[in-house]
């Protein structure tokens, strides 16, 4: 190669770099969009509807409904997304995949999966909602049980290990609770008691040891976070995928007593169109954020489905969702902001 090719292939190596920087940069986001699409890092939408968020280290992980189009209908799949600053976030693939456990027909389904980090273990272990239709009953939820898998990473692969009904009782909409000293819990909503359950898990996570609470409220999309030493529980109306006011109550101790419900946005929002999937709390130097994280269901196109992620005004007891509205979080300070 002559200078001049040499230059111009420099030239051509420079604009490329810059090509890539720019493009790169073009897809950092800095902002949350509640109810839009959210491009992954690939620029699909997300696929992680009826979520949960486990974070490991400096890593958050969002696992949830795999419901892309084009999906082999043998079977049903979570998905897992990685993120460090909650806004950007990475698809690290179906981590789990399983066929119809226990002849439920075509459309058996697994939803709303949630993964607890056991830190004696060392495993990872994947609770989620396995339902169908029994032969001989109504409906097609009427197995209500959860399913159980384990992995040795938070990405996987996830191995399938049994499904059951949690202290006997039957569990249809999940939800996930860890609490500051590391307990963990499963929410599991139950029809027959017209409540849901706050069950604290064995020692190996594997299974579901004892009650701690069954809240006698008929809500499902249930989710508990501690904020100031206070409990907040949060459902939803058992409306399936259409949205109702979603409702909060509080308490000084898991066990109860619980307040009396009360709406979390103004009740003819129906909950700005979406339904509680769950409460991230965000640690940081300067202060605490406590970001709602729900679905708004497409029920005839998933795979459309959208989130709403927002921060809650929360404290003293009172919790409260703002109107959806662009923003942003650094989750080093824990300080978040809207966005004009
Ligand atoms: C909702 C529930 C969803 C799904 C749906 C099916 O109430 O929260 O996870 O089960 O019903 O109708």
């Known amino acids: 190669m002559n200078h001049k090719g040499k230059c111009l292939f420099r030239f051509a190596i420079f604009l490329f770099a810059l090509l890539y920087t720019a493009t790169g940069m073009a897809q950092q986001r800095k902002s949350i969009l509640p109810r839009e699409l959210w491009p992954d890092d690939k620029g699909n939408h997300i696929q992680a509807h009826g979520g949960g968020i486990t974070k490991v280290k400096d890593t958050y992980y969002w696992y949830g409904e795999e419901r892309r189009q084009g999906l082999d209908s043998n079977y049903r799949y979570v998905s897992c997304y990685s993120s460090k600053d909650l806004m950007n976030w990475k698809f690290r693939g179906d981590v789990f995949k399983m066929t119809d456990p226990d002849s439920l027909g075509k459309k058996w389904v697994l939803e709303r999966p949630k993964v607890y980090h056991n830190i004696k273990t060392r495993k990872y272990i994947m609770y989620m909602h396995i339902d169908g239709q029994v032969k001989g009953q109504k409906g097609n939820y009427s197995y209500a049980r959860?399913?159980?898998?384990?992995?040795?990473?938070?990405?996987?692969?996830?191995?399938?290990?049994?499904?059951?009904?949690?202290?006997?009782?039957?569990?249809?909409?999940?939800?996930?609770?860890?609490?500051?000293?590391?307990?963990a819990y499963l929410i599991f909503e139950d029809r027959p008691v017209k409540g849901f359950h706050i069950a604290k898990l064995s020692e190996d996570y594997l299974d579901v040891e004892k009650d701690i609470c069954i809240i006698k409220a008929p809500l499902e999309g249930g989710a508990v976070v501690k904020y100031n030493g206070l409990y907040y529980a949060i459902g939803s109306a058992l409306t399936s995928w259409n949205p109702n006011p979603n409702k909060y109550a509080t308490a000084k101790s898991l066990a109860g007593p619980w307040s009396e419900f009360e709406d979390i946005a103004p009740p003819e929002t129906n909950t700005y169109g979406s339904q509680s999937t769950f409460m991230l709390k965000v640690v940081g130097t300067k202060s605490t954020a406590v970001i709602f994280v729900a679905d708004k269901w497409k029920p005839r196109t998933q795979w459309d489905s959208r989130y709403l992620w927002m921060p809650l005004e929360i404290g003293d007891g009172k919790l409260r969702l703002p109107e959806p509205k662009p923003w942003r979080i650094n989750v080093k300070t824990g300080e978040t902001a809207f966005i004009k």
């Not at 191995?159 to 609770?177: A, K």
């Open 146 to 183: 959860v399913g159980v898998a384990i992995g040795d990473s938070p990405t996987g692969p996830f191995n399938f290990i049994r499904t059951f009904r949690p202290l006997g009782q039957e569990s249809r909409d999940i939800g996930q609770f860890i609490d500051d000293d590391g307990s």
